[in-house]
């Protein structure tokens, strides 16, 4: 039997953690897969190194479609011009696909404009809100998707719900857990007596980490004021490390706020510099879809600044708690973590480190049918 040739789509740092896990499990199995690893150049990262790769244990991208920034529309339509004209070189037997930035929507459209499979890894999962941009992609994406690798319950009812085909929908866990568990034991193996993030938590025993990005947040001056103010009423009982975005950063400063003298500005870190960090927190506080899901998988305490989630297992199964932005409630979730009695969580079926092998084991079925 011939070799399927795959192409692996990432956009951005995180698409690249989720796919580095199924990079070694395709590794694994040489002897069925060859792949292509199409780097689209959404998102331009200074972290994204040599090292990087090297600490992720897979190759540097075979292809880099150098989109860079623009509108929506302005980046989408980059890919796809960059992403057909490699397809039509070199036409792959399948096309894979993660998460729910630009690069997922644009390169699943030319596949399925160019009669090549297309299979999505983290799909079904719906917040509701259409006001999010990663919402539009995740709903085009899966309505064009033909093999749907979903991390949750809750993925695989969505597509059920939608009229998908029960026989193309596999719950296989999360990739992400999977490169959360190998990148903590290469941490655990390493020397970190150079990290920023070590000397900060020498500096402080006991600490809680913020992440905040989404534009309804940190635009909002009234959502982004009355988070500051919370913030700065938790950190007087404990210490609040705040990795900032430069967006975040800029409004703080446009809008005038103060955090107070207990909440440590740094830059943004990179995965391992944070995950150093964060894995031995007290309390971490975010709007980030991935952290919820990564404080699950580590059992550690979460309060998700947000409205809504299109991550409910990490509410109903793991340790993260939807609070919203109103500043009593945050304070009130976050007594309760401080006084230790937040939320017990455990780790949700399937994020066992093993969802790669099981993505793989099931495109060798698919491909060989």
């Known amino acids: 039997m011939s070799r399927s040739l795959i192409y692996l789509v990432a956009g951005a740092r995180p698409n690249f953690m989720k796919i580095a896990p199924i990079v070694r499990a395709l590794q694994a199995r040489a002897d069925r897969f060859e792949f292509k690893i199409v780097h689209t150049g959404q998102h331009y990262d200074r972290e994204m190194s040599d090292v990087f790769f090297d600490e992720l244990g897979i190759p540097k991208p075979d292809y880099h479609l150098e989109a860079g920034g623009g509108s929506h529309a302005t980046q989408t339509a980059k890919i796809m011009v960059a992403f057909e004209e490699i397809c039509q070189q070199a036409r792959p037997d399948c096309v ?20 090549i499979p297309v299979a999505h890894v983290e799909a079904g999962l719906r917040s509701g809100d259409m006001r999010m941009p990663e ?30 085909a029960p026989a193309a ?17 290469q941490l655990d193996a390493s020397d970190k007596s150079g990290m920023e993030s070590q000397a900060l938590k020498a500096r402080y025993p006991r600490y809680g980490v913020v992440t905040l990005h989404r534009p309804s947040n940190v635009d909002d001056e009234a959502n982004l004021r009355g988070i500051a103010g919370a913030l700065k009423q938790i950190a007087v009982d404990l210490p609040l490390i705040f990795p900032v975005h430069p967006r975040t ?3 703080l400063e446009k809008f005038g706020l103060d955090l107070g003298p207990n909440v440590v500005l740094t830059k943004p870190q990179s995965y391992m510099e944070f995950l150093n960090l964060w894995k031995d927190a007290a309390l971490i506080m975010t ?20 409205e809504n989630t299109e991550r409910p297992v990490t509410i109903d199964e793991g340790s993260n708690v939807l609070v919203g932005t109103d500043p009593a409630r945050i304070l009130e979730e976050a007594a309760k973590v401080l006084a230790g009695q937040g939320k017990q969580g455990r780790r949700p079926l399937l994020w ?15 491909l060989a049918s």
């Open 96 to 115: 894979l696909v993660v998460g729910d930035v630009n690069s997922t929507l644009a390169c699943s459209i030319d596949a399925k404009k160019l009669d």
């Open 135 to 164: 919402e539009i992609n995740r709903l085009v994406t899966d309505s064009i998707s033909d093999w749907f690798f979903c991390t949750e319950p809750a993925g695989v009812d969505n597509l059920l719900k939608e009229g998908k």
């Open 169 to 185: 929908v596999f719950h296989v866990g999360h990739v992400m857990v999977d490169n959360l568990l190998y990148q903590r034991d």
């Open 249 to 251: 950063r800029g409004n």
């Open 287 to 306: 709007d980030s879809g991935g952290l919820q899901e990564e404080t699950t998988a580590l059992g550690v305490p979460c309060l998700t600044l947000r």
């Open 352 to 366: 066992d480190g093993k969802a790669a092998e099981r993505i793989v084991a099931e495109l060798d079925r698919l």
